[in-house]
């Protein structure tokens, strides 16, 4: 393991930087902008900016909103106004733009990967460590160096080591480690006489490979989250004409797709995107009188939720293909879960290039392909898992103890403070690990704040206060929807806004008058730091 590695007998010279950030997708660009005026150092593994827009990628990925709602506040896409959604490389060209306009590609070395952290500072005592632990948390910079941090350069053996006083760990929750199902023995992927990849595997092939791979093979896709129906349109478009096989999908949990941002005529951000959609549901934070005013409103709160369904079995082929949740559309809201369905993607399943199998939670392989827990079973030649990424397993990869046992509580949840420190890892903060509507906007409203907390021109509460903020955040999580697990706060995120706005001296209400603050949605433009 990385962790065994040891020092060189010469280290190398100081990079010169009190700290570091690790990742240059779009949250570790966003704190590097924001930090910039300490020249931190960038470690990316990679050979350019982007994350997981670079390494997570098929060649049909498109974002799932308009430029306008994924944009930082002070750098807008120079085509705004267009409605389309661009293509994974648009995003990439914008996030590069970025980098260089702001300066900050500079502080970026790339192809220099983390694979450990060594924690050098004060020793943490056992009672630090308590559920009821109070105190304060410490200055971000301390004045020493309290982490190493040993990179690994172009692949190669050796590992350099690092010392930097503040570290921000922005390399996400997806991407680099694949999460894959457990298989009984002699029943995993060793046993297929086929090919067996994950989406992360898939995402490396150039064009002619992968439409090598798909073409004319019967194809499974094991998963029905955007990043499986969007390989699933991939697979049926590489199997037109003669001989073209229909693609698999296999499906398990069933989740709200949708076609388009308007339900019946209405935009989409009127019933979850304004201030006034959102005082419908519970918040942290809230009072006895506004706890009680949510429940009485439940009633609409589901009428909503219903209203918006009713126009998805209108307007998708739900009940024909059997793909209509069980589950209320807003608890896939509530938990940063609802995909844009591509145009045509029904149209081939129309076709017969797309077909769907429901599955229970056990399915195994055998030589010709998979086999279900009924005894049926499904031929394939190619068998492709969208199954996810293991973003703590990642963490805990190059965290050291005690921290690396902190990383999750009970619930399953990152307990961070405002989404960016953990109350209990000294001298470290994590950018990029909760979600909401526009991530984008997520991470640079939290830089933001980061860099103004290293500035030292607010305080953060004690440690127990914060622990128990994170804890009301979870609860609410918990409440909201059966998959609250992905840490998202999407049903409350410009109270949660609010209350960073506040922390910083900014007043809250970012809009010109009361009629916008109340039906406009929220976006980065909100929060020019002139404002």
């Not at 982007?50 to 799932?64: F, P, R």
């Not at 199998?357 to 055998?366: D, G, L, T």
């Not at 509580?409 to 950018?431: C, D, E, K, W």
Request: glycine share 6%; hydrophobic share 35%; net charge neutral.
């Amino acid at each position: 393991m990385a962790s065994n590695q040891q020092h060189q007998n010469h280290p190398p010279p100081p990079l010169g930087s009190r700290i570091a950030i690790i990742g240059a997708g779009v949250s570790g660009l966003a704190a590097a902008k924001q930090l910039r005026h300490y020249e931190p150092v960038v470690f990316e593994a990679s050979d350019c900016v982007g994350g997981v827009w670079k390494s997570c990628s098929y060649e049909s990925t498109k974002l799932q909103s308009s430029r306008a709602d994924y944009e930082f506040a002070d750098f807008p896409w120079p085509n705004r106004d267009d409605q389309s959604f661009p293509t994974y490389v648009e995003v990439l060209e914008y996030l590069e733009s970025y980098g260089k306009h702001f300066d900050v590609l500079k502080f970026v070395k790339f192809n220099s990967k983390v694979v450990d952290l060594r924690f050098i500072g004060e020793p943490p005592t056992a009672a630090d460590f308590g559920s009821n632990r109070p105190g304060e948390y410490g200055s971000l910079l301390p004045g020493q160096q309290v982490w190493e941090v040993a990179v690994q350069t172009n692949n190669s053996d050796s590992i350099e080591w690092h010392s930097f006083e503040f570290v921000v760990v922005c390399t996400g929750k997806y991407g680099d480690i694949p999460k894959t199902p457990v298989f009984p023995n002699n029943k995993g992927p060793e046993t297929f006489k086929g090919q067996v990849l994950h989406s992360i595997d898939y995402c490396k092939l150039d064009k002619e490979a992968a439409s090598q791979l798909l073409k004319g093979k019967k194809v499974a896709v094991v998963g029905f989250k955007k990043s499986a129906i969007d390989l699933a349109l991939e697979c049926a478009m590489a199997n037109q004409g003669p001989g073209g096989q229909p693609c698999t999908m296999l499906v398990r949990t069933l989740h709200w797709t949708v076609p388009h941002y308007w339900v019946w005529g209405l935009p989409f951000f009127l019933f979850y995107s304004t201030r006034f959609s959102q005082f419908f549901h519970r918040r942290p934070n809230e009072s006895l009188l506004r706890t009680l005013f949510c429940l009485l409103l439940s009633p609409m709160r589901r009428g909503l939720s219903k209203f918006i369904e009713s126009y998805l079995l209108w307007k998708l082929p739900l009940l024909k293909y059997g793909l209509k949740p069980d589950h209320p559309f807003e608890e896939d809201y509530a938990s940063c879960q609802m995909a844009i369905m591509p145009e045509n993607f029904f149209a081939e399943a129309d076709k017969g290039k797309i077909v769907f199998k429901r599955i229970s939670s056990k399915w195994w392989f055998y030589e010709g392909g998979i086999e279900f827990e009924d005894s049926t079973r499904l031929e394939a030649d190619v068998v492709i898992l969208t199954t996810g990424y293991d973003g703590k397993k990642k963490l805990k990869a190059i965290l050291p103890e005690p921290f690396r046992s902190l990383l999750e509580l009970p619930s399953g949840l990152l307990p961070l403070y405002r989404g960016t420190i953990h109350p209990l890892i000294p001298n470290m903060a994590f950018v990029g690990y909760i979600e909401s509507v526009a991530n984008l906007h997520t991470s640079e409203l939290r830089s933001i704040w980061l860099s103004r907390l290293v500035d030292n021109k607010f305080k953060l509460p004690s440690v127990e206060e914060m622990l128990e903020q994170t804890s009301k955040e979870m609860e609410i999580m918990r409440q909201s929807t059966r998959f609250f697990k992905r840490h998202c706060i999407s049903t409350f995120s410009i109270n949660h806004s609010d209350e960073i706005c506040e922390e910083m001296g900014w007043n809250a209400w970012r809009k010109k008058n009361w009629l916008l603050e109340a039906f406009s949605p929220y976006s980065s433009q909100d929060y020019e730091q002139n404002k």
